[in-house]
């Protein structure tokens, strides 16, 4: 009897174990085998090492009964089959060899009970789950099988009955050819002694729900004679596109194509464009954006109106104390005037007193401030000027430092930023009566609506209605919005708090829906520059290059220069594969950056969950464990799965962001690895504390960590040990007893903040501590005992990092300076230290001595000191209210800390710093 055995030259390492019988021939069959591979297959007593058979061949290695008889019956051996290909070899398949005293099994042996106590049927067919649509991750199940032999399954997708070339597997990527076909799937189960196939119900595939990602842009000169062009949009999936051009909204005849040529009688009318397009999701209407006003082919009447309008970024604050570029000084702006307010009792006095004057950059370019600072308007006129259009510009401006739209610029305040400008602009248009006027706002606001929680969520309806009213009361042309950078508003902190940076991304979000919902207003994209996120008003060349970036927008060129900022289709990612998994285990993936994409992006993930962290700010989690939702620009996506509960079988998670996919493949081992029954007991604690299950790579790096520090003089010495690991979790279980977890001291207070870049983080306003779980009276004896800090971040403010009570304290800031109390009546200060992160320790080594040591554990400073009783009660990072210093909290940020009841040696600190560092490394990334 001959078995063939089926192996996937793509396969990696799949164990196999496989029996056969005396009398019965084997062949192994390759399977998509690269031109010019070899395949080989050794057979040996224990390891396959040393073979008693090596044999080589292409497409299959046939052995015979004559070959197999030089392998002795009723013991076992191992195999490995390899692929060789361009002088390199790859272990395909493995596993136990076992060759059986019997004959091979025939029909007649099966009654006589040689054949498996229960012959191998199909009870339930295989079903097809997950959304049959293009662009979506379908999974094909086993089905439900009986038979008392162990078996293994195999895949093949089928296309209309046929089946679909490299389709093997229990997931199949739905792909656009297969719009409006039926897409099936078989499934052969084998268990070495017969193969069994069935079918699962087909699914048709259609498109998802037709929807528009990005609207179509009308580009080119509104002038009589030139042609306009209309861009197809980003759509969800491949359509069919009909274009209609209208003059006044009422459609032009036979102007359906996606140029059209200015007539003489467009002169005066609003030109614009709507694209309908269809698929199998739907058929969808959208009006384009760009649509305006057709000035008449060589007129010199006209005149633009430019609005500069919001707050701190819009005057430019950052540009008040430059010196402007050469280009704007030097006459190059052409004839260009901006409104003056005059004299009164009150600003709307001075208002209606106002008038024009020409426009100067160094002198009055921020009229209601300081006079001096420009905006966005200085590069839009210069690039006026390059293109060749020189009709004077009348610039009116009303900007100022921290107006919201919640308050200052809501249309119903009463004499506040809005109303100031509605009354602007009643000046501006009776001094400017009989020009023919084209108008166009340059807008710049949203972080101070950034920096409250309630202001940034009732953002997207103050803007809808700021939009509106804006059209009936101050201006009905093209309005452009800056994006506001997704910085972090939050209270007093600009830059470095969690929340605010969530805020932001509201506003953001806010902003590019209300500006497609007006149908005439663009956004632009300030993120050009992220080394400037870390201040608020940043200066040139910053503000050219928004300035820029807002005549692009008015030209109808931005998307072809800067690609559209509405655009929600990432670039290619990949989540790399999990291997040697724990059976029925929690596993995540890495964290990975999402790019290529503008605004919020959809996320859906079959078999699995997602969560997103903030890449700007230390990974904090922005949304937490889902099947589906967004993820914006700078995110990154962290997936989620249960390990399959079996051995050396592969689960598969799908994943699609803004209609491009990807799958994450975990892996559970062959065999259950042996690992250091501390590493059992810390791993079963983070579990049983749910927290993100470590196995595979993490598992050994874990156990790695215990087999050195084990093998130390050190580890038995400690009484807690906190390192950041992969999740907060595992960062907060104690690696020395595997049982106590960091408690929050002053629980009222705000909570520190974990994330898997910096460890822990302080919030401003924090006076609470992360509880060691120390009792500094009792576990550290008066004259010999050790405490120690990893940090991520130095302090910059002069309080606690490490607090005890009475006579403990250790501060180490960024400018070199330290502090450091060990059972100590009074400070020991040093200066000119190392300024790296990483470690700190100090040790009270006798009566009257204390040492500090560096990141390496080397000793950086020396101090005598006489030795007081600990009388304190808790052991804390931070500044907590109850474990020391009242007042702000330090700002210094943690990968953890460790507390030991003896005096450690420099070469125990040296050491200890090496194998901690070991394991943080492995968790940072």
Known sequence: MKRTISVKAAQRSKRYDLQFYAGESLAFAVQDRPEGAVAVLTIGADTAANPVIEFTGQDAIFLDVDTLAVIPEGRQWKYNFWLKHNGTAVLIRYGAFDKLESLAPTQSDSESGNNPSQPLAGIVAPVISGSAQVGQVLQCSEGGWIGSAPRSFSYQWLRNEAAIEGAIGPSYEVMPDDDGISIACTVTADDGFSQIMATATAVNITFPPLSNLALPVISGSFTTGETLLVSDGLWSGPVTLGQQWTRGGVDIAGATSASYGILPNDAGETIGCRLTAQNSGGVMTVQASGARDVAAGGATDGALLLVVAGQSNSRTAGTSSATPPTRYTDGSLGDVSIFMRGTGDNVMAEIADGAFAAYDVTSNADPDNSGTAWGSEAEFIYQMRQSGDMRPVYVVKESQNGQSLAEDWHPDASADNFEQLEAKMVEVRAALAGLSLEEVTLWNQGEADANILASSEAYAANWAYFLEQYRSRVSGGLFIAERIRPLGYEGASITDNSLGFLQAWMVREATLAGAVADGNALVVDTDFDTSNFSSIHPTEPWIENKGLRCYAAYAGTYDGAYGSILDTVPDTFDFADAVDV????????????????????????????????????????????????????????????MASGDASTSFIVGVDIGGVTDTWAVTTYASAPSFEPETEAFMGQVAANGGLGISGVDASALDAFYVSAKASTWFGKLLKLYLRLGDQVASSLDLVGQSESLALVNPSGQSYVWSAAAGWTPQETSNTG????????????????????????????????????????????????????????????????????????????????LRLHGPDGAIINSATAPSIPPTGTNLSLGNATTGGETGIQSDARFFGGFAAGAALSEAELQSLAVTCEDLLSHFAG
């Not at 059976?583 to 699995?608: D, Y």
């Not at 969950?609 to 939702?629: C, K, Q």
């Not at 490490?802 to 009546?825: Q, V, W």
């Open 770 to 849: 992360l509880d060691l779980g120390v009792n500094p009276s009792t576990e550290l004896p008066q004259d010999g005992s050790t405490l120690g800090v990893f940090y991520s971040a130095l302090a910059t403010n002069t309080r606690g990092d490490l607090n005890g009570g009475n006579g403990i304290f250790l501060r180490a800031t960024n400018a070199g300076a330290a502090r450091y109390l060990l059972n100590s009546g009074g400070n020991s200060n040093a200066s000119g230290l190392t300024t790296d992160t990483g470690m700190r320790a100090v040790v009270r080594d006798s009566a009257s001595s």
């Open 582 to 641: 724990t059976p029925g285990a929690s596993v995540s993936s890495a964290a990975i950056l999402i790019e290529g994409i503008e605004r919020q992006a959809p996320v859906s993930v079959t078999g699995g969950e997602f969560r997103t962290l903030n890449s700007l700010d230390g990974d904090y989690v922005v949304s937490d464990w889902a099947s589906s939702g967004f993820v914006d620009k700078f995110q990154k996506i962290q997936l989620r799965t």
